[in-house]
């Protein structure tokens, strides 16, 4: 089938979570784009604390900002109309057109999603008009079909766009065949046909031995497996919330531990250390206190600060860490974990914690006010002459990014990082804090670590001997997406692009 513009729509979905549909449609994305489509992507709703921000302040799931990326746009709220942000307990924020429409149980969002759905189809059309070719990606399994009459993501979103469908196995969790033809067989007619393809991801070994597998599959549902997606491997693309964390199995001179909230987010802050030579990166449960030689500690973004500061309070975990302290450990903190490491944590309106008063870690001079307006906005920053150890006092600007419902309240005037409206360059405000000694930081603002220049600043400091003529993070990252776009449509040729 030849492509015209203004008439493909193709979906990826799959037949569980994390069977790859998000590294698939970022794939599609990449080799259209490279090919010359104008292309875009779409998932109509997506859970995921791992959020990015839109140029205009909007939130989105961090896997349409990366497959927005992987297509050359600039990422568009009305890619992830509908994000939400877990918040335990049966709970989520719904974030409507990166905006927060509230705090949901899931009795309400049900009520809720029956007045959405409309909304959805406008936006979705409004949006595909512009693009020769939109990628929409579903969620979980099509078959769950004690929801399907709410369904606002999978197989009636792909006949509300008109989207010809992939349906995606994961081989690696075993049962794919069953998978498949499950998967297909519990949908009714009508979501049947929206499915043109099957197709099977994270294989290893003789393709030959699943063809007469393929080939009875065709035989009972008349779809025809298109192809197979070798394991890619540790991919250095930013993970989603439902992935597995990748880890970097190096033995390198520098070891980096990050503290696994249970309520962690934002850790693509630390995919770009990954792929750095002689750094070894961990995540680490409260329950798994790390053993041997560590160089630094990163508290990590959290959509629950209040309630994982006093998780790790109780665990083995915070033992630990208080040793690690008192050996003069490095601790740097990002937005929530940053938050934790004030002296007060003040909630008046119950935003986060039943309480109005929570102490803090007490690691730096400031106290933290929760407020009921979220700051969600892209930032140019720059930190103040000498405000750390590693950092030239050249006034030079980095770009990043904040989520947060937390205000910074300075006991003194020590402030370290000066933040600026990338737009118009307006004063927005001094943020983060650094220990008089300089090993202990922290900041608001997340994506730093992306500028090449801060974080191998950061990496020499901690004793990392960087080479010269080695790629960039982000140069990596395209290079990782160009080769994703081969890969997948090697696999998944269901772009005929001349």
Not at 24 to 42: D, E, Q, S, T
Not at 119 to 135: G, N
Not at 351 to 368: C, I, M, T
């Amino acid at each position: 089938m030849n492509v015209s513009p203004g008439q493909r729509r193709l979906m990826v979905l799959g037949t569980g979570s994390g069977v790859g549909k998000s590294l698939v449609v970022a794939g599609l994305c990449r080799y259209a784009r490279n090919h010359g489509l104008k292309v875009a992507p779409f998932k109509a709703q997506n859970m995921s604390n791992n959020a990015a921000v839109t140029e205009d302040g909007g939130e989105i799931g961090r896997a349409q900002f990366l497959q927005a990326r992987a297509a050359g746009i600039e990422p568009d709220v009305r890619m992830n109309p509908i994000l939400l942000k877990p918040l335990g307990e049966g709970k989520s924020q719904v974030i409507f057109l990166g905006r927060p429409l509230g705090v949901y149980d899931i009795r309400e969002y049900r009520e809720l999603k029956t007045r959405l759905a409309p909304k959805l189809v406008e936006i979705f059309h409004e949006y595909a008009r512009s693009f020769d070719l939109v990628v929409l990606e579903g969620a979980g399994s099509p078959a769950e079909i004690n929801l399907l009459e709410e369904d606002l993501v999978n197989t009636r979103m792909a006949r509300w766009a008109g989207a010809e469908a992939l349906l995606l196995g994961d081989i690696e969790q075993g049962g794919v065949f069953a998978s498949l033809f499950g998967t297909w067989s519990l949908l009714p007619p009508e979501d049947r046909r929206v499915i043109r393809w099957m197709g099977v991801n994270k294989f290893r070994g003789d393709r030959s031995l699943l063809e007469p597998g393929f080939r009875s599959l065709e035989d009972l549902t008349g779809i025809p497996v298109v192809g197979v997606l070798d394991h890619l491997g540790d991919v250095p693309l930013p993970d989603e919330d439902s992935y597995r964390v990748r880890k970097n199995g190096e033995s390198g001179r520098v070891r980096i531990v990050v503290i696994e909230w249970p309520h962690l987010s934002n850790r693509s802050d630390f995919d770009p250390f990954f792929d750095e030579p002689g750094v070894q990166v961990e995540f680490v449960s409260l329950d798994d206190p790390p053993v041997g030689k560590v160089d630094c500690v990163f508290l990590p973004g959290t959509r629950q600060t209040v309630g994982d500061l006093e998780a790790f309070r109780r665990s083995p975990l915070f033992s630990w860490f208080g040793r690690y302290r008192q050996e003069s450990g490095r601790v740097v903190g990002i937005c929530g974990g940053y938050q934790m490491m004030a002296g007060d944590i003040l909630d008046p309106d119950h935003v986060e914690a039943g309480r109005g008063w929570v102490s803090g870690l007490g690691l730096l001079p400031f106290s933290v006010r929760f407020e009921q307006e979220k700051v969600a906005r892209r930032v140019h920053a720059k930190f103040r002459d000498g405000a750390l150890p590693f950092w030239p006092e050249d006034g030079r600007m980095l770009e990043g990014y904040e989520i947060r419902h937390g205000r910074t309240i300075h006991h003194r005037d020590s402030g370290v990082l000066d933040v600026f409206s990338p737009g118009s360059g307006v004063f927005c405000g001094t943020e983060g804090q650094c220990s008089e000694d300089g090993r202990t930081w922290g900041i608001p603002v997340h994506g730093l670590f992306e500028e090449e220049t801060f974080r191998r600043r950061f990496l020499e400091h901690l004793g990392v001997s960087i080479k010269p003529d080695s790629l960039s993070y982000r140069a990596r990252l395209e290079e990782t997406l160009d080769q994703l776009g081969e890969q997948v449509h090697a696999a998944f040729p269901l772009l005929n692009i001349r």
